[in-house]
DNA sequence: ATAAGTATCTTGGTACGCCATAATACGGCT
DNA sequence: AGCCGTATTATGGCGTACCAAGATACTTAT
Protein backbone atom coordinates (compact mmCIF):
# COMPACT_ATOMS: atom_id res chain seq x y z
CA UNK A 1 0.00 0.00 0.00
CA UNK A 2 3.12 2.22 0.73
CA UNK A 3 4.07 1.50 -2.80
CA UNK A 4 0.52 2.75 -3.95
CA UNK A 5 1.02 5.90 -2.62
CA UNK A 6 4.71 6.19 -4.03
CA UNK A 7 3.12 5.39 -7.22
CA UNK A 8 0.44 7.66 -7.45
CA UNK A 9 2.95 10.62 -7.23
CA UNK A 10 4.33 9.31 -11.01
CA UNK A 11 1.46 7.75 -12.25
CA UNK A 12 1.19 8.86 -15.85
CA UNK A 13 -1.84 9.97 -16.10
CA UNK A 14 -3.16 7.82 -19.32
CA UNK A 15 -6.50 9.48 -20.72
CA UNK A 16 -7.75 6.27 -19.99
CA UNK A 17 -11.01 7.50 -22.35
CA UNK A 18 -12.00 4.26 -24.43
CA UNK A 19 -13.50 5.25 -27.51
CA UNK A 20 -16.86 4.67 -26.35
CA UNK A 21 -16.91 7.77 -23.99
CA UNK A 22 -14.93 10.01 -27.01
CA UNK A 23 -17.70 9.18 -29.81
CA UNK A 24 -20.13 10.06 -27.06
CA UNK A 25 -18.62 13.26 -26.06
CA UNK A 26 -18.53 13.76 -29.58
CA UNK A 27 -22.01 13.16 -30.46
CA UNK A 28 -23.82 14.78 -27.38
CA UNK A 29 -21.62 17.83 -28.21
CA UNK A 30 -22.97 17.97 -31.86
CA UNK A 31 -26.41 17.57 -30.43
CA UNK A 32 -26.67 20.36 -27.94
CA UNK A 33 -24.28 22.53 -30.16
CA UNK A 34 -26.50 22.44 -32.79
CA UNK A 35 -24.79 20.41 -35.42
CA UNK A 36 -27.57 18.16 -35.26
CA UNK A 37 -30.83 19.76 -35.21
CA UNK A 38 -33.72 18.29 -33.36
CA UNK A 39 -35.68 15.97 -35.33
CA UNK A 40 -32.51 14.91 -37.65
CA UNK A 41 -32.50 11.58 -37.80
CA UNK A 42 -29.38 9.72 -36.67
CA UNK A 43 -28.07 6.89 -38.95
CA UNK A 44 -26.28 4.46 -37.45
CA UNK A 45 -24.22 3.69 -40.77
CA UNK A 46 -23.53 7.85 -40.83
CA UNK A 47 -22.54 8.21 -37.61
CA UNK A 48 -20.13 5.33 -38.57
CA UNK A 49 -18.66 7.01 -41.38
CA UNK A 50 -18.54 10.36 -39.68
CA UNK A 51 -17.18 9.63 -36.64
CA UNK A 52 -14.98 6.59 -38.01
CA UNK A 53 -16.01 3.99 -35.31
CA UNK A 54 -17.78 0.76 -35.55
CA UNK A 55 -21.89 0.57 -35.51
CA UNK A 56 -21.45 -1.64 -31.98
CA UNK A 57 -20.05 1.58 -30.24
CA UNK A 58 -22.83 4.02 -32.47
CA UNK A 59 -25.35 1.70 -31.09
CA UNK A 60 -23.87 1.93 -27.53
CA UNK A 61 -23.67 5.81 -28.06
CA UNK A 62 -27.31 5.92 -29.25
CA UNK A 63 -28.30 4.19 -25.89
CA UNK A 64 -26.62 6.45 -23.77
CA UNK A 65 -28.37 9.51 -25.16
CA UNK A 66 -31.38 8.30 -25.55
CA UNK A 67 -30.97 7.45 -21.42
CA UNK A 68 -30.03 10.78 -21.39
CA UNK A 69 -33.08 11.93 -23.08
CA UNK A 70 -31.17 13.51 -25.91
CA UNK A 71 -32.31 10.99 -28.12
CA UNK A 72 -36.05 9.78 -28.88
CA UNK A 73 -36.18 6.08 -30.58
CA UNK A 74 -38.98 5.89 -33.39
CA UNK A 75 -40.29 2.46 -33.40
CA UNK A 76 -39.24 0.82 -36.69
CA UNK A 77 -37.65 4.04 -38.34
CA UNK A 78 -34.77 4.26 -35.32
CA UNK A 79 -33.01 7.01 -33.21
CA UNK A 80 -33.60 11.20 -34.19
CA UNK A 81 -32.56 13.73 -31.84
CA UNK A 82 -35.18 14.89 -29.04
CA UNK A 83 -37.50 17.33 -29.56
CA UNK A 84 -37.99 19.53 -26.64
CA UNK A 85 -41.37 20.04 -26.25
CA UNK A 86 -42.23 23.12 -23.82
CA UNK A 87 -43.97 21.76 -21.15
CA UNK A 88 -41.63 19.78 -20.64
CA UNK A 89 -38.51 22.44 -20.57
CA UNK A 90 -40.60 24.30 -18.06
CA UNK A 91 -40.63 21.34 -15.72
CA UNK A 92 -37.16 21.16 -16.21
CA UNK A 93 -36.80 24.98 -14.98
CA UNK A 94 -38.91 24.43 -12.20
CA UNK A 95 -36.75 21.04 -11.21
CA UNK A 96 -34.05 22.84 -11.67
CA UNK A 97 -35.46 25.40 -9.64
CA UNK A 98 -36.35 22.84 -6.56
CA UNK A 99 -32.71 21.55 -6.32
CA UNK A 100 -30.54 24.81 -6.88
CA UNK A 101 -32.95 26.47 -4.35
CA UNK A 102 -32.06 23.34 -2.19
CA UNK A 103 -27.97 23.59 -2.16
CA UNK A 104 -28.36 27.54 -2.14
CA UNK A 105 -29.97 26.32 1.27
CA UNK A 106 -27.51 24.38 2.51
CA UNK A 107 -24.90 26.66 1.05
CA UNK A 108 -25.98 29.39 3.46
CA UNK A 109 -26.45 27.26 6.41
CA UNK A 110 -23.23 25.68 5.91
CA UNK A 111 -21.88 29.48 7.32
CA UNK A 112 -18.35 28.89 5.33
CA UNK A 113 -17.04 32.09 3.96
CA UNK A 114 -15.10 30.58 0.99
CA UNK A 115 -18.30 29.56 -0.33
CA UNK A 116 -19.46 32.93 -1.43
CA UNK A 117 -16.04 33.96 -2.38
CA UNK A 118 -15.61 31.23 -4.88
CA UNK A 119 -19.54 32.32 -6.44
CA UNK A 120 -18.22 35.41 -6.50
CA UNK A 121 -15.31 33.92 -8.20
CA UNK A 122 -17.65 32.23 -11.08
CA UNK A 123 -20.11 35.59 -10.82
CA UNK A 124 -17.27 37.79 -12.14
CA UNK A 125 -16.41 35.32 -14.61
CA UNK A 126 -19.92 35.55 -16.25
CA UNK A 127 -19.92 39.41 -15.70
CA UNK A 128 -16.58 39.00 -18.12
CA UNK A 129 -18.04 36.85 -20.48
CA UNK A 130 -21.32 38.53 -21.06
CA UNK A 131 -18.91 41.75 -21.37
CA UNK A 132 -16.97 40.01 -24.01
CA UNK A 133 -19.77 38.85 -25.84
CA UNK A 134 -18.42 35.49 -25.09
CA UNK A 135 -21.97 33.72 -25.08
CA UNK A 136 -20.11 30.02 -24.59
CA UNK A 137 -18.35 31.32 -22.09
CA UNK A 138 -21.37 32.38 -20.06
CA UNK A 139 -22.94 29.43 -20.32
CA UNK A 140 -19.72 27.16 -18.87
CA UNK A 141 -19.09 29.89 -16.45
CA UNK A 142 -22.46 29.60 -15.42
CA UNK A 143 -22.48 25.70 -14.98
CA UNK A 144 -19.37 26.39 -12.82
CA UNK A 145 -21.13 29.04 -10.54
CA UNK A 146 -23.97 26.01 -9.80
CA UNK A 147 -21.18 23.60 -9.20
CA UNK A 148 -19.89 25.43 -7.19
CA UNK A 149 -23.30 25.61 -5.29
CA UNK A 150 -23.59 21.85 -5.44
CA UNK A 151 -19.82 20.71 -4.81
CA UNK A 152 -19.26 22.97 -1.67
CA UNK A 153 -21.92 20.71 -0.06
CA UNK A 154 -21.20 17.80 -1.23
CA UNK A 155 -24.64 16.98 -3.50
CA UNK A 156 -22.62 15.86 -6.55
CA UNK A 157 -26.00 13.38 -7.03
CA UNK A 158 -28.50 16.40 -7.22
CA UNK A 159 -25.38 18.17 -9.62
CA UNK A 160 -25.94 15.31 -11.72
CA UNK A 161 -29.49 15.33 -11.81
CA UNK A 162 -29.33 19.44 -12.68
CA UNK A 163 -26.37 18.74 -14.97
CA UNK A 164 -28.30 15.73 -17.27
CA UNK A 165 -31.47 17.87 -17.19
CA UNK A 166 -29.54 21.28 -18.50
CA UNK A 167 -28.09 19.90 -21.34
CA UNK A 168 -31.73 18.91 -22.92
CA UNK A 169 -32.34 22.44 -22.23
CA UNK A 170 -29.10 23.90 -23.66
CA UNK A 171 -30.22 25.31 -27.19
CA UNK A 172 -32.39 27.30 -25.22
CA UNK A 173 -30.33 28.48 -22.52
CA UNK A 174 -28.27 29.72 -25.47
CA UNK A 175 -31.42 31.89 -26.32
CA UNK A 176 -32.09 33.52 -23.63
CA UNK A 177 -28.94 34.51 -22.14
CA UNK A 178 -29.26 36.76 -25.54
CA UNK A 179 -32.11 38.21 -24.38
CA UNK A 180 -32.34 41.90 -23.93
CA UNK A 181 -30.90 42.89 -20.33
CA UNK A 182 -30.06 39.10 -19.38
CA UNK A 183 -26.24 40.26 -19.41
CA UNK A 184 -27.37 42.68 -16.32
CA UNK A 185 -30.40 40.57 -14.57
CA UNK A 186 -28.78 37.44 -14.74
CA UNK A 187 -25.65 38.33 -12.68
CA UNK A 188 -27.57 40.33 -10.48
CA UNK A 189 -30.08 37.36 -9.85
CA UNK A 190 -27.27 35.29 -9.21
CA UNK A 191 -26.11 37.98 -7.15
CA UNK A 192 -28.88 37.98 -4.45
CA UNK A 193 -28.13 34.08 -4.44
CA UNK A 194 -24.37 34.56 -3.31
CA UNK A 195 -25.50 37.83 -1.04
CA UNK A 196 -28.41 35.23 0.68
CA UNK A 197 -25.43 32.79 1.62
CA UNK A 198 -22.96 35.25 2.53
CA UNK A 199 -25.78 36.53 4.87
CA UNK A 200 -26.42 33.22 6.27
CA UNK A 201 -30.12 33.72 5.17
CA UNK A 202 -30.93 30.03 4.05
CA UNK A 203 -34.54 30.89 3.26
CA UNK A 204 -33.59 33.77 1.27
CA UNK A 205 -30.60 31.72 -1.14
CA UNK A 206 -33.29 29.66 -1.83
CA UNK A 207 -36.17 31.96 -2.83
CA UNK A 208 -33.05 34.04 -4.78
CA UNK A 209 -32.16 30.78 -6.87
CA UNK A 210 -35.70 30.05 -7.54
CA UNK A 211 -36.38 33.51 -8.51
CA UNK A 212 -33.28 33.18 -10.98
CA UNK A 213 -34.61 30.05 -12.12
CA UNK A 214 -38.10 31.34 -12.98
CA UNK A 215 -37.04 33.98 -14.39
CA UNK A 216 -35.13 31.77 -17.07
CA UNK A 217 -37.89 29.85 -17.37
CA UNK A 218 -40.63 33.05 -18.38
CA UNK A 219 -37.96 34.16 -20.78
CA UNK A 220 -37.36 30.73 -22.22
CA UNK A 221 -40.98 30.17 -22.93
CA UNK A 222 -41.70 33.64 -24.40
CA UNK A 223 -38.66 32.85 -26.79
CA UNK A 224 -39.94 29.47 -27.41
CA UNK A 225 -43.60 30.65 -28.17
CA UNK A 226 -42.64 33.14 -30.82
CA UNK A 227 -40.02 30.85 -32.50
CA UNK A 228 -42.79 27.97 -32.22
CA UNK A 229 -43.43 28.82 -36.45
CA UNK A 230 -39.26 28.05 -36.80
CA UNK A 231 -39.50 24.79 -35.29
CA UNK B 1 -59.80 7.64 -40.49
CA UNK B 2 -63.00 5.95 -40.06
CA UNK B 3 -60.92 3.13 -41.06
CA UNK B 4 -58.23 4.00 -38.39
CA UNK B 5 -61.12 3.67 -35.65
CA UNK B 6 -62.19 0.80 -36.91
CA UNK B 7 -58.79 -0.96 -37.31
CA UNK B 8 -57.55 -0.21 -33.95
CA UNK B 9 -59.96 -2.18 -32.78
CA UNK B 10 -58.93 -5.55 -33.79
CA UNK B 11 -55.25 -4.06 -34.46
CA UNK B 12 -52.89 -7.12 -33.29
CA UNK B 13 -51.04 -5.41 -30.26
CA UNK B 14 -47.34 -6.64 -30.79
CA UNK B 15 -45.02 -6.63 -28.12
CA UNK B 16 -43.62 -4.12 -29.51
CA UNK B 17 -40.84 -5.01 -27.17
CA UNK B 18 -37.44 -4.97 -29.12
CA UNK B 19 -35.12 -8.13 -27.69
CA UNK B 20 -32.67 -5.38 -26.24
CA UNK B 21 -35.55 -4.07 -23.92
CA UNK B 22 -36.77 -7.06 -22.42
CA UNK B 23 -32.98 -8.17 -21.93
CA UNK B 24 -32.54 -4.20 -20.26
CA UNK B 25 -35.87 -4.99 -17.80
CA UNK B 26 -34.79 -8.54 -16.97
CA UNK B 27 -31.17 -7.12 -15.61
CA UNK B 28 -32.42 -4.17 -14.12
CA UNK B 29 -34.95 -6.22 -12.67
CA UNK B 30 -32.21 -8.58 -11.63
CA UNK B 31 -30.15 -6.51 -9.77
CA UNK B 32 -33.20 -4.56 -8.12
CA UNK B 33 -34.52 -7.39 -6.44
CA UNK B 34 -31.11 -8.90 -5.63
CA UNK B 35 -30.40 -11.86 -7.93
CA UNK B 36 -27.22 -10.07 -8.47
CA UNK B 37 -25.85 -8.24 -5.37
CA UNK B 38 -23.82 -4.83 -5.51
CA UNK B 39 -19.90 -5.62 -6.16
CA UNK B 40 -21.09 -8.54 -8.22
CA UNK B 41 -19.57 -8.45 -11.58
CA UNK B 42 -21.15 -8.65 -14.69
CA UNK B 43 -19.47 -10.58 -17.04
CA UNK B 44 -20.64 -9.89 -20.55
CA UNK B 45 -20.11 -13.71 -21.62
CA UNK B 46 -21.68 -15.04 -19.01
CA UNK B 47 -24.80 -12.51 -19.26
CA UNK B 48 -24.54 -13.47 -22.94
CA UNK B 49 -25.58 -17.05 -22.01
CA UNK B 50 -28.08 -16.35 -18.67
CA UNK B 51 -29.79 -14.24 -21.18
CA UNK B 52 -29.60 -16.26 -24.42
CA UNK B 53 -28.92 -13.03 -26.34
CA UNK B 54 -25.58 -11.79 -28.00
CA UNK B 55 -23.43 -9.68 -27.02
CA UNK B 56 -24.15 -6.86 -28.45
CA UNK B 57 -27.27 -6.46 -26.82
CA UNK B 58 -25.38 -7.43 -23.48
CA UNK B 59 -23.42 -4.37 -23.74
CA UNK B 60 -25.95 -1.93 -25.16
CA UNK B 61 -27.75 -2.84 -21.74
CA UNK B 62 -24.96 -2.41 -19.40
CA UNK B 63 -24.42 1.06 -21.53
CA UNK B 64 -27.66 1.65 -20.50
CA UNK B 65 -27.55 0.70 -16.71
CA UNK B 66 -24.23 2.00 -16.22
CA UNK B 67 -25.66 5.48 -17.06
CA UNK B 68 -28.65 4.98 -14.72
CA UNK B 69 -25.88 4.65 -12.05
CA UNK B 70 -27.12 0.74 -11.86
CA UNK B 71 -24.26 -0.57 -12.57
CA UNK B 72 -20.59 0.78 -12.25
CA UNK B 73 -17.77 0.50 -14.65
CA UNK B 74 -14.13 -0.29 -13.72
CA UNK B 75 -11.59 0.78 -16.01
CA UNK B 76 -9.54 -2.53 -17.43
CA UNK B 77 -11.91 -4.68 -15.46
CA UNK B 78 -15.62 -4.41 -16.80
CA UNK B 79 -18.99 -3.37 -15.27
CA UNK B 80 -20.36 -4.69 -11.61
CA UNK B 81 -23.46 -3.81 -9.93
CA UNK B 82 -23.07 -0.47 -8.59
CA UNK B 83 -22.20 0.23 -4.70
CA UNK B 84 -24.33 2.31 -2.72
CA UNK B 85 -22.84 4.61 -0.27
CA UNK B 86 -24.41 5.58 2.91
CA UNK B 87 -23.86 8.88 1.63
CA UNK B 88 -24.81 8.96 -1.75
CA UNK B 89 -28.17 7.23 -0.63
CA UNK B 90 -29.19 10.02 1.53
CA UNK B 91 -28.41 12.70 -0.98
CA UNK B 92 -30.86 10.35 -3.08
CA UNK B 93 -33.40 10.65 -0.49
CA UNK B 94 -32.88 14.12 0.08
CA UNK B 95 -33.75 15.08 -3.75
CA UNK B 96 -36.65 12.68 -3.42
CA UNK B 97 -37.76 14.61 -0.63
CA UNK B 98 -37.34 18.20 -2.58
CA UNK B 99 -39.54 16.73 -5.57
CA UNK B 100 -42.38 15.10 -4.24
CA UNK B 101 -42.65 17.95 -1.81
CA UNK B 102 -42.67 19.91 -4.50
CA UNK B 103 -45.17 17.44 -6.24
CA UNK B 104 -47.38 17.62 -3.46
CA UNK B 105 -47.73 21.21 -3.02
CA UNK B 106 -48.88 21.51 -6.46
CA UNK B 107 -51.63 18.80 -5.93
CA UNK B 108 -52.62 20.66 -2.50
CA UNK B 109 -52.64 23.95 -5.13
CA UNK B 110 -54.79 22.16 -7.23
CA UNK B 111 -57.49 22.13 -5.70
CA UNK B 112 -58.79 18.74 -7.43
CA UNK B 113 -60.42 16.83 -4.38
CA UNK B 114 -59.87 13.53 -7.40
CA UNK B 115 -56.24 13.64 -6.62
CA UNK B 116 -56.67 13.16 -2.94
CA UNK B 117 -58.98 10.32 -3.30
CA UNK B 118 -57.16 8.68 -6.02
CA UNK B 119 -53.96 8.90 -3.17
CA UNK B 120 -56.55 7.47 -0.55
CA UNK B 121 -56.92 4.80 -2.78
CA UNK B 122 -53.42 3.71 -3.33
CA UNK B 123 -52.55 4.37 0.41
CA UNK B 124 -55.49 1.59 1.45
CA UNK B 125 -53.76 -0.80 -1.24
CA UNK B 126 -50.72 -0.19 0.70
CA UNK B 127 -51.69 -0.44 4.22
CA UNK B 128 -53.51 -3.58 2.81
CA UNK B 129 -50.34 -5.17 1.72
CA UNK B 130 -48.30 -4.63 4.63
CA UNK B 131 -51.28 -6.33 6.90
CA UNK B 132 -51.06 -9.57 4.55
CA UNK B 133 -46.97 -9.45 4.99
CA UNK B 134 -46.63 -8.86 1.04
CA UNK B 135 -43.93 -6.25 0.65
CA UNK B 136 -43.41 -6.74 -2.83
CA UNK B 137 -46.72 -5.24 -3.25
CA UNK B 138 -46.25 -2.67 -0.33
CA UNK B 139 -43.47 -0.76 -2.85
CA UNK B 140 -45.31 -0.93 -5.72
CA UNK B 141 -48.32 0.23 -4.47
CA UNK B 142 -45.86 2.96 -2.91
CA UNK B 143 -44.33 3.94 -6.22
CA UNK B 144 -47.82 3.97 -7.88
CA UNK B 145 -48.86 6.52 -4.96
CA UNK B 146 -46.14 9.07 -5.46
CA UNK B 147 -46.52 8.27 -9.24
CA UNK B 148 -50.30 9.38 -8.90
CA UNK B 149 -48.76 12.70 -6.96
CA UNK B 150 -46.56 13.81 -10.25
CA UNK B 151 -48.75 12.29 -12.90
CA UNK B 152 -52.01 14.33 -11.31
CA UNK B 153 -49.87 17.63 -12.01
CA UNK B 154 -48.65 16.27 -15.13
CA UNK B 155 -45.23 16.19 -13.44
CA UNK B 156 -43.82 13.29 -15.72
CA UNK B 157 -40.07 14.73 -15.98
CA UNK B 158 -40.14 15.07 -12.16
CA UNK B 159 -41.39 11.54 -11.67
CA UNK B 160 -38.85 10.28 -14.36
CA UNK B 161 -35.99 11.51 -11.99
CA UNK B 162 -37.86 10.31 -8.82
CA UNK B 163 -38.30 6.78 -10.80
CA UNK B 164 -34.19 6.44 -11.66
CA UNK B 165 -33.07 7.44 -8.14
CA UNK B 166 -35.40 4.98 -6.36
CA UNK B 167 -34.26 2.00 -8.33
CA UNK B 168 -30.61 2.51 -7.05
CA UNK B 169 -31.64 2.77 -3.39
CA UNK B 170 -34.27 0.04 -3.44
CA UNK B 171 -33.09 -2.51 -1.55
CA UNK B 172 -32.71 0.31 1.50
CA UNK B 173 -36.37 0.48 0.54
CA UNK B 174 -37.45 -3.12 0.96
CA UNK B 175 -35.36 -3.02 4.28
CA UNK B 176 -37.00 0.27 5.63
CA UNK B 177 -40.31 -1.08 5.30
CA UNK B 178 -39.37 -4.44 7.11
CA UNK B 179 -38.87 -2.37 10.17
CA UNK B 180 -40.97 -2.65 13.43
CA UNK B 181 -43.94 0.10 13.13
CA UNK B 182 -43.20 1.00 9.93
CA UNK B 183 -46.50 -0.63 8.49
CA UNK B 184 -47.90 1.89 10.57
CA UNK B 185 -46.15 4.73 10.88
CA UNK B 186 -45.43 5.06 6.96
CA UNK B 187 -49.31 4.99 5.80
CA UNK B 188 -49.91 7.62 8.71
CA UNK B 189 -46.81 9.98 7.21
CA UNK B 190 -48.55 9.59 3.88
CA UNK B 191 -52.14 10.37 4.85
CA UNK B 192 -50.95 13.49 5.71
CA UNK B 193 -49.56 14.60 3.03
CA UNK B 194 -53.27 13.15 1.17
CA UNK B 195 -55.00 15.44 4.20
CA UNK B 196 -53.09 18.61 3.48
CA UNK B 197 -53.48 17.94 -0.42
CA UNK B 198 -57.25 17.93 0.54
CA UNK B 199 -57.39 20.89 2.89
CA UNK B 200 -55.65 22.97 -0.42
CA UNK B 201 -52.91 22.92 2.48
CA UNK B 202 -49.61 23.45 -0.05
CA UNK B 203 -46.95 24.25 2.45
CA UNK B 204 -48.32 21.06 4.86
CA UNK B 205 -48.24 18.65 2.14
CA UNK B 206 -45.18 20.13 1.31
CA UNK B 207 -43.68 19.75 4.88
CA UNK B 208 -45.44 16.38 5.03
CA UNK B 209 -43.97 15.32 2.08
CA UNK B 210 -40.42 15.75 3.13
CA UNK B 211 -41.32 14.35 6.88
CA UNK B 212 -41.93 11.48 5.15
CA UNK B 213 -38.92 10.73 3.37
CA UNK B 214 -36.61 12.18 5.90
CA UNK B 215 -37.82 9.46 8.19
CA UNK B 216 -37.67 6.47 5.83
CA UNK B 217 -33.77 8.15 5.34
CA UNK B 218 -32.99 7.80 9.14
CA UNK B 219 -34.28 4.52 8.96
CA UNK B 220 -32.06 3.56 6.21
CA UNK B 221 -29.34 5.52 7.67
CA UNK B 222 -29.94 3.24 10.72
CA UNK B 223 -30.25 0.18 9.02
CA UNK B 224 -27.41 0.48 6.85
CA UNK B 225 -24.79 1.47 9.38
CA UNK B 226 -25.99 -1.18 11.86
CA UNK B 227 -25.24 -3.97 8.24
CA UNK B 228 -22.11 -2.32 7.86
CA UNK B 229 -20.32 -5.47 8.39
CA UNK B 230 -22.71 -7.46 5.90
CA UNK B 231 -21.54 -5.81 3.01
C1' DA C 1 12.07 -20.06 -3.08
C1' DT C 2 11.68 -16.60 -6.21
C1' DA C 3 11.69 -14.18 -10.39
C1' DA C 4 10.52 -14.48 -14.90
C1' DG C 5 7.85 -16.09 -18.33
C1' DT C 6 3.32 -18.01 -19.88
C1' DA C 7 -1.45 -19.07 -20.24
C1' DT C 8 -6.09 -17.52 -19.35
C1' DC C 9 -9.86 -14.44 -18.72
C1' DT C 10 -12.24 -10.58 -19.98
C1' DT C 11 -13.20 -6.22 -21.95
C1' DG C 12 -12.63 -2.80 -25.86
C1' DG C 13 -13.19 -2.66 -30.41
C1' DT C 14 -13.93 -4.09 -35.38
C1' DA C 15 -15.98 -6.30 -39.41
C1' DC C 16 -19.28 -8.68 -41.60
C1' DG C 17 -23.52 -10.85 -42.44
C1' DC C 18 -28.44 -11.98 -41.97
C1' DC C 19 -33.27 -10.84 -41.36
C1' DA C 20 -37.50 -7.88 -40.91
C1' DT C 21 -39.85 -3.92 -42.06
C1' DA C 22 -41.03 0.51 -44.09
C1' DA C 23 -40.80 3.38 -47.84
C1' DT C 24 -40.19 4.16 -52.46
C1' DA C 25 -39.75 3.23 -57.20
C1' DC C 26 -41.13 0.64 -61.00
C1' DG C 27 -43.62 -1.74 -64.24
C1' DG C 28 -47.50 -4.11 -66.03
C1' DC C 29 -52.48 -4.29 -66.49
C1' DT C 30 -56.93 -2.47 -67.40
C1' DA D 1 -53.94 7.53 -68.11
C1' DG D 2 -54.41 5.67 -63.78
C1' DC D 3 -54.10 2.08 -60.42
C1' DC D 4 -52.37 -1.88 -58.17
C1' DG D 5 -48.98 -5.19 -57.04
C1' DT D 6 -44.10 -6.12 -56.87
C1' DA D 7 -39.07 -5.24 -56.63
C1' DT D 8 -35.65 -2.52 -54.65
C1' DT D 9 -33.53 0.16 -51.18
C1' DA D 10 -32.65 1.98 -46.68
C1' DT D 11 -32.26 1.03 -42.14
C1' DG D 12 -32.52 -0.91 -37.64
C1' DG D 13 -32.31 -5.33 -34.89
C1' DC D 14 -29.48 -8.93 -33.95
C1' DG D 15 -25.82 -12.42 -34.21
C1' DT D 16 -21.08 -14.30 -34.88
C1' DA D 17 -16.35 -14.29 -35.31
C1' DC D 18 -12.17 -12.18 -34.61
C1' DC D 19 -8.15 -9.43 -32.72
C1' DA D 20 -5.67 -6.49 -29.29
C1' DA D 21 -4.52 -5.32 -24.76
C1' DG D 22 -4.65 -5.34 -19.79
C1' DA D 23 -5.10 -8.03 -15.62
C1' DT D 24 -4.48 -12.19 -13.14
C1' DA D 25 -3.27 -16.75 -12.13
C1' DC D 26 -0.10 -20.28 -12.93
C1' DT D 27 4.22 -22.52 -14.22
C1' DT D 28 8.79 -23.25 -14.63
C1' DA D 29 13.58 -22.70 -14.58
C1' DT D 30 17.30 -21.25 -12.00
Redesign the pocket.
Known amino acids: MNDDLRGAAIRVERPA???????LDKVREAIVNGYFRPGD??????L?AQL??????V??V?RHLESEGLVA?L?????IVALLDLGEAKQIYEIRGALEGMAARLCAEQGNPAIADALDKSLQDIRNSYQDRDMPGVLAHTSSFYQTLFSMVDRHVAWGVVNLLTVRINHLRSMTIKTENRGVQGPAQMARIVDAIRRGDGPGAYQAAMDHVASASAIAEAVLSGQQSID
Open positions: KTLRELARLVERDCGVSRTIRELNPNKGP
